[in-house]
């Protein structure tokens, strides 16, 4: 068994997530907007890469079951119904609804997991989820890779210190479990945080950034451990609960 981290600052290729557990990390804000969305009776989000391709699959659906939200460059898409606020995401806005959504850096890097044996979207709302369901699927042939979305292919602090807690958990107690350098080097950096994250807000570039755009109910909506009890799977394209089936 071996587990690493991809830091966000270079691009992954198909090689990198081949028949591996996979974890996607985007702290701010895509992560923790699936998550409130789901538990907050969302019947799927569909990630895309692209503005264009969200748009044109809602033609093809009726418009009263599904809602476009995104963003680019932090700010809500024109003509979309909601941004990547996870406050936007309320039980009578999306409960029933299959949300199409697009975003700067999380849905690019869900593309990227594309041949995982397994993949799961987690930020700190939802982490100690998230690990329970990769230590329940863990083998003594499984190798875990997480992937952090960083910011406009730049390290992001908070998904790295989100990377070292999922690690620290992840490998807790699998002395078979080998460490690559990514994720040795995100348990360090996650180390100063152990106690509580909220103060990664300060320290995080993207965090100020957030909150300096007016976001910053957001930025703390974010930094608020195990708000959710549940996982989220990425499978057939779309973002639903883990274990819990979904249709399109």
Known sequence: MRIDVLLGDAPVVPADVADRVVVVI???RAAT???????HGARAVIPFETVEEAVRRSKGLVRSDVLLAGERRMVRI???DLGN???EVTPDVV???TILYTTTNGTQTLAASHGARLCFFTGFVNVSATIRAVRAALSETTNVLILCAGHERRLALED?????RLVRGIALGQEQMVRGDGARVAELVERPFVGGVSSVAHEASHGRSLSAAGFDADVTACLTLDRYDCAVRY????LSRH???TAR
């Open 26 to 28: 985007d702290v701010l």
């Open 33 to 39: 907007t699936v998550a409130a969305a789901l538990a």
């Open 78 to 80: 024109d003509g979309f």
């Open 85 to 87: 606020s996870p406050l």
């Open 95 to 97: 409960d029933g609804k």
């Open 160 to 164: 790295i210190v989100c990377a070292g």
């Open 235 to 238: 499978h057939d394209r779309q």
């Open 243 to 245: 274990g819990v089936a």
